[in-house]
T-cell receptor, first 111, second 112 residues
């Protein structure tokens, strides 16, 4: 079955440092979504990427969808303590109409 | 617009019992998905319902079942509970199966 892996599993950075999480799918995706889950909370939708090679920005967050539509990345510039949480990618395969979540990357930011 | 509502928020059950969890989606959303979240396994897909029909199913045993009503509300049932079923169960709704998911706060189930 489809698998979606994320690396790293965990990253601890100091406030102001950059952070990147990578998402890799075993199959080609029709789109990819990113979610953020704060500690004790539920996943919250951040963005959706559909086109091959697409890049989208949300303030300090930059999202990329690979050319082959099998990988994606989320980059945070100058992290803040409010960025703490677990970031999940979720890939959709066109025929299955099923969203498969990645393993998640937990980000810890300290002052 | 009200968000996704899950009840109850917390449940404590004993091994062998069964449990029913409820989810009310955002008004107008016809797709409801269920996920199990545990520290070691991340977010595992259980099933998705769309217009009262199960459209997709994850790799969970038959003890896990669900249904969706005509008003899009959904229930999930777990029979013969096992200790390993202890988890946060998240429900998410979407306008269609391809739309971004809107999650509820979840039901935390503890099996003793």
């Amino acid at each position: 079955g489809q698998q979606v892996m994320q690396i790293p599993q965990y990253q601890h950075v100091q406030e102001g440092e950059d952070f990147t999480t990578y998402c890799n799918s075993s199959t080609t995706l029709s789109n990819i979504q990113w979610y953020k889950q704060r500690p004790g909370g539920h996943p919250v939708f951040l963005i959706q990427l559909v086109k091959s090679g697409e890049v989208k920005k949300q303030k300090r967050l930059t999202f990329q969808f690979g050319e082959a539509k099998k990988n994606s990345s989320l980059h945070i510039t100058a992290t803040q303590t409010t960025d703490v949480g677990t970031y999940f990618c979720a890939g959709l395969t066109g025929t299955a109409s099923k969203l498969t979540f990645g393993t998640g990357t937990r980000l810890q930011v300290t002052l | 617009k009200a968000g996704v509502t899950q009840t109850p928020r917390y449940l404590i059950k004993t091994r062998g019992q069964q449990v029913t969890l409820s989810c009310s989606p955002i008004s107008g959303h016809r797709s409801v998905s269920w996920y199990q979240q545990t520290p070691g396994q991340g977010l595992q897909f259980l099933f998705e319902y769309f217009s009262e029909t199960q459209r997709n199913k994850g790799n969970f045993p038959g003890r896990f079942s669900g249904r969706q009503f005509s008003n899009s509300r959904s229930e999930m049932n777990v029979s013969t509970l096992e200790l390993g079923d202890s988890a946060l169960y998240l429900c998410a709704s979407a306008g269609t199966g391809y739309s971004p998911l809107h999650f509820g706060n979840g039901t935390r189930l503890t099996v003793t």
